[in-house]
């Protein structure tokens, strides 16, 4: 989850409480880090307006770290595997969804992984709306389904096949020098296939 701008550029502020904003040297972060993708979907890609998330895109894209957001889906191999992955911002347009799920079916993706970026800032549970949506996505067969947004980390839960992380916290926020709660956790999922089939998750 890259939660904020990355430009150069003199950008005007959207109003609003927090704008996060940094310069596109950054990506060196994600790819020290062995990053290879991110998602903008979330609620500071675009404190800079428009400008600040092509300036981000472009960024990204000359560091060669695939993104994804609502309208943006992408594909990682491995192996001869495919992965999808998929995003949502404050809740989960389930058409849409449904759309972009077959798309990446048709591309022979083995698995999808959504992210979902939701919940109450703070709340040590997830809210009913986080887990109804992870309800449907893992009655869509997701694989996996990452969560963040709170700020704090929540829970972990399988569905049938489908393990979801509610929240992993904040990994490296340089929003608020003293945050709340600093408990985060780096998420390690093994998907298992057999014969290109997606065979467990966990």
């Known amino acids: 989850n890259l939660e904020g701008v990355l430009s150069d ?9 927090f704008n996060f904003l940094g310069p596109t040297d950054y990506t060196q972060i994600l790819t ?3 990053v290879e993708c991110v998602t903008l979907a979330n609620n500071h890609a675009m404190d800079y307006g ?3 998330k092509q300036d981000t895109l472009t960024a990204l894209e000359e560091a060669k770290i695939a993104s994804v957001d609502e309208d ?26 449904l759309q972009q799920a077959q798309v990446l079916r048709n591309l022979g993706c083995a698995a999808i992984v959504h992210v979902m970026h939701m919940g ?6 997830p809210t009913a709306g986080q887990t109804r949506t992870a309800r449907f996505l893992a009655q869509q067969g997701v694989a996996l389904v990452v969560g ?9 839960e399988q569905m049938e096949n489908t393990l979801v992380a509610y929240s992993l916290g904040n990994c490296v926020f340089g929003g608020n020098t003293d945050p709340k709660d600093t408990d ?3 998420l390690r999922a093994t998907l298992r ?9 966990h």
């Open 32 to 34: 020290l880090g062995s």
């Open 120 to 125: 109450q800032e703070y709340a040590q549970k």
């Open 9 to 17: 550029a003199p950008l005007k502020k959207v109003k609003k409480q």
């Open 72 to 97: 943006t889906l992408c594909v990682l191999e491995k192996d001869g595997i495919r992965i999808g992955i998929t995003a949502s911002v404050m809740g989960l347009n389930q058409q849409r969804f």
């Open 148 to 156: 963040h947004h709170p700020h704090v980390a929540q829970g972990l």
């Open 184 to 186: 985060a956790y780096v």
């Open 193 to 201: 296939f057999s014969e290109g089939v997606l065979r467990e998750t």
């Open 50 to 52: 428009s400008a600040g």
